[in-house]
């Protein structure tokens, strides 16, 4: 296996889990912060289709 994989492997784990789920949530919160909550709506539709790509659940 090379590093690729591992950190494929890595990121398929629930460790990679909550690291996605934590920068989702992050880069909604810091958008929504400089929009003054002007796109909550598309921005929970946005991380909700992101997590979705790359989350587990």
């Not at 890595?10 to 796109?39: C, F, H, L, P, R």
Request: hydrophobic fraction near 30%; glycine fraction near 10%; charge should be negative.
């Amino acid at each position: 296996m090379g590093l690729l994989d591992n950190a494929k492997d890595a990121m398929n784990g629930e460790q990679g889990e909550k690291i996605t789920d934590s920068a989702i949530s992050t880069s909604e919160k810091t958008v929504s912060a400089k929009t003054d909550g002007k796109y909550d709506n598309k921005l929970d539709a946005a991380g909700d289709a992101a997590d979705k790509k790359v989350g587990n659940d």
